[in-house]
């Protein structure tokens, strides 16, 4: 009798056990996916994450197959990671991306740095979560072309997504809503916090006296005191790329002074619809900024030296130019000294451990 | 002797539990005070991106209009000012939102005056990291992005940016940007009330809180917006103060 009972408790537990090595055959058998522990470092604000997208350690990993899965492009050779290469900061080197069957963009790729910290994304701000921006690029006929039934077609198709979905959301289900929520947790994971900058802040190492006056000059407000009220001779960078939370931007749309009128792109002003967002772009972490030329909304800087120039020389008039461009002053006037400094400690803000963090990488 | 026991018991009974009964208590009720935050220019309604005139015939486009309103208060019929316990918890009222407005709990009951401070009181400013809040806290990272000063350590308690031009020019080619701060900056507005404010515990009370952009440039200090077009309150610069009296003098509370 004792034996009859081991003998069928050995066989119940084998079926039971080969029935969870099945996930598609057997939903229930997906254990709760681990909660992904996301280090918020020094200086560093909380993140919000989405009550209803919380991040697991088996949601990134999806996530990261996704990112860098051509297969979700029309002729399966783009994916997310092909514009926003991690050895450009997660951006795409060329001025505009090219998509599918050689199509252009029309802007620069955004870094993807630190961005689980943004309330908006794209250089009009037309997404206000990480989850509604990461399903646009898979459809736009410019990026991967690929309509979204046939992407969750093939991801279906996959012997290995259904098995990956599910330990990610405890049932094989594939659906658009999931494959952004997965997106999303990997790309809040891209967290940059290792430059010198950051080890500088933590007490770990100096500047040096040209990245220091650079910095002091990134904090100085702009333009000579003699032509400009309250001018410092500094590179007024700190209003926009702030230093607060260490993010490097403050968020917001500007217009930098880059044309003197709008015809080639309105900006923010093509999403609201008012006159006053013409022009004006989302301010840019400068996080890896070195890494991450060419710079602009249309790329259209290829050197940190030229970025510097254009801000020195005041920029160009408009009808919605910001009140901190020095274009009525005669610009910020520094000297050559003083650009190399600010460029010298726009270097300290790269981050190599970052760029070349295997999690981040492809994982096939 | 039992019926006496009894009763003292009774007695003893009533006093001890009615002490927490809600009927023999203080107890302290909380409505909500609405202010409803309206830009004006000379009266009139202003919205951002209106072209106006200031007092010396300027033509004025104003493109962001931000202010720090922090320890709103009600005084009581003591004379005392009543207000939160919630040190952190500042309102930022942007212009360029649609019907901006701050809304604060008080106890319920009468009062005789309101008060707020323009900008953020000296134990607040520069004694605070953004990142310490969180993102929905106007003194976040997120909450504050463009009203926070790395190089003052502090915030920036009102912006009044945008463009002018010459007298009876249509031409608006040059830049204003006013940023007012530092804890020399701060200030607090007072209003006597002509008729008692009410807070009820039902529903909230609603004043609409006006202010006047083109008083912002005269009420106590003509400001040339040619002359000085800038300030960031640095060392050495008046302007700021002179501003931050003359946007003190610029709110008006309409019933």
Redesign the interface.
Known sequence: MNRLMWVTAVVVCAVGCSRCTDPVECADCYPEPTPYELDIPA????M?IPADNPMTVEGVELGRYLFWDPNLSADGTVSCGSCHLPSASFSDPAPVSTGVGGAQGVRNSMVLVNVG?S?SFFWDGRSVTLEDQVQIPIPHPDEMALPWHEALARLEADPDYPGRFGAAFGDPEITQERTAKALAQFVRTLISKDSKYDRWRRGETSLTDSEFNGYEMF???GGDPET???G?FGGDC???H??????FT???FRNNGLDASFEADAGLAGVTG???DSGRFKTPTLRNVALSAPYMHDGRFTTLEEVIEHYNSGGV?S???D???K??TGGLALSPVQKADLIAFLHTLTDTVFIHNPAFRDPR | MNNISAGLAAVTVFLVAGCSFPYFTHQINTGTLRLDVEATWEGEPYA??DVAVDYADHPIQL?NLQAYISRVELRDASGEWIGNDREYEVNLVDFSVESPRIVEPFPTGQYNAIRFGLGLPPDINGQV???D???DNPL???G???M????LTGYIFFKY???TGAVGSEL??????YHCGTDSSYRVVTFELENDLWIWEQQPTAMQLQFDAAQALYATEPINVID?????N?PG?T?AFALMDNIAASWHLVK
Not at chain 2, 148 to 151: E, P
Not at chain 2, 172 to 177: G, N, V
Not at chain 2, 228 to 232: A, E, K, L, S, V
Request: charged share 15%; glycine share 8%.
């Open positions: 200086f560093f604000p909380p919000d910290w309330p904090l100085r407000e400009t009220p309250g410092q700190f209003h926009c702030n230093e607060a939370g260490t993010l403050d968020h917001l008012m006159p006053l008039p009808s919605t130019i009140p901190f461009m274009y009525t | 951002l991106g493109h990291s953004p990142s809040f969180p993102n976040s990272v997120e504050s992005a463009g926070f000063w790395t190089w940016e945008g463009r608006l080619s040059e830049p204003i940007a000085y077009p800038i300030t960031h640095g610069d302007l």
